[in-house]
């Protein structure tokens, strides 16, 4: 006679469950609990991306007590970018894909400006363009950059050519009347009601600060084509709603902010330097805004005697790279190759 197996009885058949249910509770818990990686407030514009994700990276290093921020990606000759006010490395990415495809892009944040946090021993453009050329000359090994810096970015990129001639390849010079021996501090300042505004000690944070991308929404169009700094009463932005926010996230932060005014505030240094300067005689590409090229190139000729091309971009104001890419993109990728 066999014995017939007893069925499990429903306590233990209850108590099974009972424990497979507090497993998976624990594991949700679990889940619910552990915290999703947190992106960096730098690289949150590039997260979703696919195009940077694939080519690009940020990175950081210490330069005399400034921490450096720069994007980089792309392989060939080096191609150093310097931004303005007020702009952050981002203000390269319209072009920074097609320009990566020929040659290593750098495009780094100011010191003190965009994600490069620490303030610098000074804001004139010659202590700039030191610590850049720290950063790509000394820690990078970098010794034959291309250099191109737009805005207050190509005074830096003077600069660098200036101090540094053994290790700059060829300077592109977009959009910026060189202050120097062409034109003083004090003319500079009468050029437009913004130059003399930043430069105010304390004015332009105290009315500025609560409101920073306020201000910058409508800063942007004045100086675009069109604009009423020429003239005009276009109030198109060329910059995107993104772009805007981006530039709104670093300057909102208050050293930040005033670390841009900083860029105007040392005009006057910046004047005695350049008329203390010898000659840059690296190759140069100089670009403007429509119009403004003889303006602009009477205060760089001077100062750059080997000027190999200069034209005005079409259709665009101060915001060069925004308003026509494929234009500057053409020019700088023509000169660059030499």
């Known amino acids: 006679m066999t014995t017939a197996t007893r069925p499990p009885s429903r306590r233990s058949a209850r108590t099974v469950a ?18 999703a990686a947190e992106i960096p407030s730098y690289a949150a514009v590039t997260h979703n991306d696919p195009e940077f994700q694939n ?3 940020h990175e950081f290093a210490d330069v005399d007590g400034v921490r450096m921020h720069y994007v980089t990606g792309g392989s060939g000759t080096p191609v150093v970018l310097i931004h303005g006010w007020p702009q952050t490395w981002y203000g390269w990415w319209p ?7 020929h040659h290593t892009v750098y495009a780094v944040d100011l ?18 363009a030191r610590y850049i050329h720290t950063l790509i000359a000394e820690q990078l090994g970098v010794r034959d950059a291309h250099i191109v810096g737009h805005d207050f970015g190509a005074a830096v ?24 021996p062409a034109i003083d501090a004090a003319t500079y300042r009468a ?12 004015v332009p944070e105290a009315v500025v600060g ?28 060329p910059f995107t709603e993104a772009e805007i926010d981006e530039c709104a996230r670093t300057y909102t932060r208050p050293e930040t902010l005033t670390g841009g ?9 910046d004047v005695r330097d350049t008329v203390t300067t010898a000659p840059v005689r690296v190759p140069a590409l100089l670009l403007t805004a429509q119009g403004q090229l003889d303006q602009v190139r009477a205060t760089v000729a001077p100062m750059m005697t080997d000027i190999v091309r200069a034209a005005d971009v079409p259709n665009a104001g101060h915001w060069l790279v925004e308003e026509n890419p494929e234009f500057v993109t053409a020019e700088l990728l023509r000169f660059l190759d030499g």
Not at 95 to 101: D, G, R
Not at 112 to 128: C, F, I, N, R, V
Not at 261 to 268: I, P, Q, V, W
């Open 191 to 202: 050029m437009s009601w913004h130059i003399a505004f930043h430069s105010q000690p304390r």
């Open 210 to 237: 609560d409101d920073v991308r306020d201000y910058l929404a409508l800063f942007y169009p004045q100086v675009a084509f069109g604009g009423t700094a020429f003239g005009g009463t276009s109030n198109r932005s």
């Open 95 to 101: 072009i920074i894909p097609a320009l990566a495809e």
């Open 157 to 180: 990129a003077f600069q660098y050519a200036a101090q540094f001639p053994a290790d700059t390849a060829r300077l592109g010079y977009l959009d910026l009347p060189l202050p120097g």
């Open 111 to 128: 010191p003190g400006l965009g994600d490069s946090t620490g303030t610098p021993a000074g804001y004139d453009k010659a202590t700039l």
């Open 18 to 35: 009972a424990a497979a249910l507090t497993l998976l509770l624990m594991l949700g818990t679990a889940a619910c609990t552990t915290p």
């Open 55 to 57: 080519s690009f990276r």
């Open 261 to 269: 005014f900083e860029l105007y505030r040392a005009l006057d240094q």
